[in-house]
């Protein structure tokens, strides 16, 4: 009986352990960075937001948690509520676009554009709201 439970505490123990380091791993590891994944999709930014108001369904199986290289005309520059700086690519001609938020990384690379500027960025889509969004964006060009 003693050995018994001897072996059932080292086991819980071992199984303790497990569970927490799987936990604390998964919490804490560094995201990775979207300009250091492969590209799912190179598309422009009138396309991609045509493809979205067409079919919003199929966009978001083809499109959703892929990495997307968007290219179109920045419209706006904003910033969000986390201090993020945001582009929003949109023709003159169109009522939605692409809202992309910028990595923090790219706070720095994105003050030399301006609106009207052509750039291209890649980010995760996670979807259409008003606007297609792509989220940890990095600026290509």
């Not at 930014?45 to 493809?51: F, H, K, N, Q, V």
């Not at 199929?58 to 706006?76: F, N, P």
């Amino acid at each position: 009986m003693k050995k018994f439970l001897k072996v059932l505490l080292i086991t819980v123990t071992v199984i303790a352990v497990l569970v927490l380091g799987s936990y604390l791993y998964l919490r804490f590891m560094p995201e990775k960075s979207v300009s250091k994944q492969e590209t799912d999709f190179r598309v422009m930014a009138t396309i991609l937001a045509d493809e979205y108001n067409l079919n919003p369904e199929a966009s978001d199986r083809k499109y959703i948690d892929r990495v997307v290289e968007v290219t179109g005309i920045l419209a706006e520059i904003t910033t969000d509520q986390n201090n993020s700086t945001v582009f929003i690519l949109r023709e003159n001609s169109t009522t939605t676009g692409v809202l992309c938020t910028l990595d923090n990384s790219a706070t720095k690379k994105a003050r030399k554009y301006k609106i009207g500027s052509k750039v291209t960025l890649k980010g995760t889509c996670t979807g259409m709201l008003f606007e297609v969004i792509l989220n940890k964006c990095v600026i290509i060009k």
